[in-house]
């Protein structure tokens, strides 16, 4: 099931922050997505709703559903930005490229980016 763009990034930066330290504040989510404060608790009700992520106040996690789906959209995201560099294109573009086409391009097109890579070295 596809999510809107700005719920996946939200999910992706969680998991990259939980990465970094035990402890996700929203204040490190506003500040690695780029946003207020409250545009953050606003996504992270969706994100609750959605059964994605939890909080105890203070602290942020990503569900068992959360962190399937995070990490399916970073997957995705890393095999992307790996196919561009591939393909020549320099590292800050095919990241930045990547970010966006990992909530657009098909799941036909992704699967033959994977096989390509697969084939080709990663």
Do not use: W
């Amino acid at each position: 099931m596809k999510h809107s763009q700005s719920i996946e990034d939200y999910l992706e930066n969680i998991l990259l922050l939980s990465r970094e330290s035990q402890y996700v504040h929203r204040v490190d989510v506003a500040r690695r997505v780029g946003v207020s404060p409250p545009a953050v608790q606003k996504a992270i009700k969706i994100l609750t709703a959605s059964g994605f992520v939890e909080c105890d106040g203070m602290h942020l996690r990503l569900t068992r559903k959360g962190a399937e789906y995070a990490e399916s959209i970073y997957e995705r995201h890393c095999n992307i930005r790996a196919f561009l560099i591939l393909l020549g294109v320099n590292e800050e573009d095919a990241d930045a490229d990547a970010c966006e086409m990992e909530h657009i391009v098909s799941d036909s097109t992704y699967a033959a980016m994977k096989e390509f890579l697969n084939k080709n070295g990663k």
